[in-house]
C-alpha cells in the first residue's frame, strides 16, 4: 500500500478521537485560574467567571467588581456584604443565595433568577434588572434608586417601604407581594400584576394603573388614590370601602363584585366600566361619568350619590337600560 494512504488512515482515526474528545469535555466558558482565585482570595476583579459553578459557596464581602458572572450557578451561595458593582449576572441563578449589604450598584441582572434572594439592606442603585425573577425575595431596606425593573417578576417579594417613585415597572408581576407603605410616586404600573399584594398605606400619587390587575386587593388604606389613572384595569373583588377615587379614570375598568360602599367616585370616569353586584351603598358619583356602565345586581341605596351623573346607556341594577340624556336617575 503506499506510504500516502498509510499516512491518511492514520490521520482519520487521530482526527475522529480528537472531535470525540472536544465533544465530551468541551472548554469550560470561565477562566479557570480566574475560578480559582475567587475560591481561594475571594478577591477577582473584571475576572471572567461565566457559567461558573458557585453553588453554596462562602464569598461573604468577596470583591467580584465588573466581573461576568453570565449565567453562573450562584445558587445558595452566601454573598452578604460583597461587591458586586457593576457586575453582569445577567441570566445568572441565585436562588436562595445570601445578598444581605451586598453591593450591587450598576450591576446587570437580566433575565436573572433570583428566588428567594435575600437582599435587605442591599445598595440596587443603577441596577439593571428587567425581566428577572425575584419571586419571594426580601429587598426590605434595598436601595432602588435609578434600578430598571421592567417586566419583572416580584411574586410574594418583601417590598416594604421601598421607593419605587418613578420608575417603570410596567408588566411587572407584583401578586401577593407585600407593598406596605411602598412609594409609587409618578410609577409606571401599566399592566401590572398587583392581585393580591398587600397595599397597606401605599403612596399612589400620581401612578399609571391602566390596564393593571388589582383583583381581591384592599385598597382601604391606600394612600393618594384620588386622580388615578385605572382605566381597564381589573378590580373584580377589590376592597375599596371609603376609598378616595374622586377625578379618577375608571374607563372600561373591571369592578365586578367589588366593595365600593361609602367610597368618593365624584367625578369618576367610569363609562364602559363593569360595576355589577358591586356595592355602591353610600358612594360618592355625583357628576360621575356612568356612560355606557354595567350596574346589574348592583347595590345601590338611598344613601348613594348620583347627582349629576352621566347614565346615558347604562345598564341599570335591575337589566333596564337607561336612556339617553338620563343624569342622576336612570330614565326609561
Known amino acids: 500500500m503506499p506510504t500516502s494512504c498509510l499516512k491518511r488512515i492514520s490521520i482519520i482515526p487521530t ?108 445598595n440596587l442603585s443603577g441596577a439593571v434588572m428587567n425581566f428577572a425573577d425575584l419571586s419571594d425575595a426580601d429587598l426590605r431596606g434595598a436601595k432602588l434608586d435609578g434600578v430598571q425593573l421592567s417586566g419583572v417578576i416580584m411574586r410574594g417579594a418583601k417590598l416594604v417601604r421601598a421607593d419605587l417613585s418613578r420608575m417603570n415597572l410596567g408588566g411587572a408581576d407584583l401578586s401577593r407581594a407585600d407593598l406596605s407603605e411602598v412609594r409609587f410616586t409618578g410609577t409606571n404600573l401599566k399592566k401590572g400584576d398587583l392581585s393580591g399584594a398587600v397595599l397597606t398605606e401605599c403612596d399612589f400619587s400620581g401612578a399609571d394603573l391602566s390596564g393593571s390587575n388589582l383583583s381581591s386587593t384592599n385598597l382601604t388604606r391606600a394612600l393618594n388614590t384620588s386622580g388615578l389613572k385605572l382605566a381597564g384595569a381589573n378590580l373584580n373583588k377589590a376592597n375599596l370601602s371609603r376609598s378616595d377615587l374622586s377625578g379618577s379614570e375608571l374607563s372600561g375598568a373591571s369592578l ?67 336612556s339617553e340624556g338620563s343624569t342622576g336617575v336612570c330614565g326609561k
Open 15 to 122: 482526527f475522529a478521537a480528537l472531535l470525540h474528545l472536544s465533544a465530551v469535555s468541551p472548554a469550560p466558558a470561565y477562566n479557570t485560574s480566574h475560578l480559582s482565585q475567587i475560591k481561594t482570595v475571594k478577591n477577582c476583579t473584571q475576572c471572567d467567571l461565566s457559567e461558573a459553578d458557585l453553588r453554596g459557596l462562602s464569598l461573604a464581602s468577596a470583591v467580584l467588581k465588573a466581573s461576568n458572572l453570565e449565567a453562573a450557578n450562584l445558587s445558595r451561595a452566601d454573598l452578604s456584604g460583597a461587591n458586586l458593582s457593576g457586575a453582569d449576572l445577567s441570566g445568572a441563578n441565585l436562588s436562595g443565595a445570601n445578598l444581605e449589604m451586598a453591593n450591587l450598584t450598576g450591576a446587570r441582572l437580566i433575565m436573572a433568577v433570583l428566588r428567594g434572594v435575600n437582599l435587605t439592606g442591599a
Open 256 to 322: 365586578a363584585a367589588a366593595q365600593l360602599n361609602n367610597a368618593n367616585l365624584s367625578g369618576a370616569r367610569l363609562n364602559l366600566a363593569d360595576l355589577s353586584g358591586a356595592n355602591l351603598s353610600g358612594a360618592l358619583l355625583t357628576g360621575a361619568d356612568l356612560t355606557g356602565a354595567i350596574l346589574t345586581g348592583a347595590t345601590i341605596t338611598g344613601s348613594t350619590r348620583l347627582d349629576g351623573a352621566r347614565l346615558n346607556g347604562a345598564t341599570w341594577i335591575d337589566g333596564r337600560k337607561c
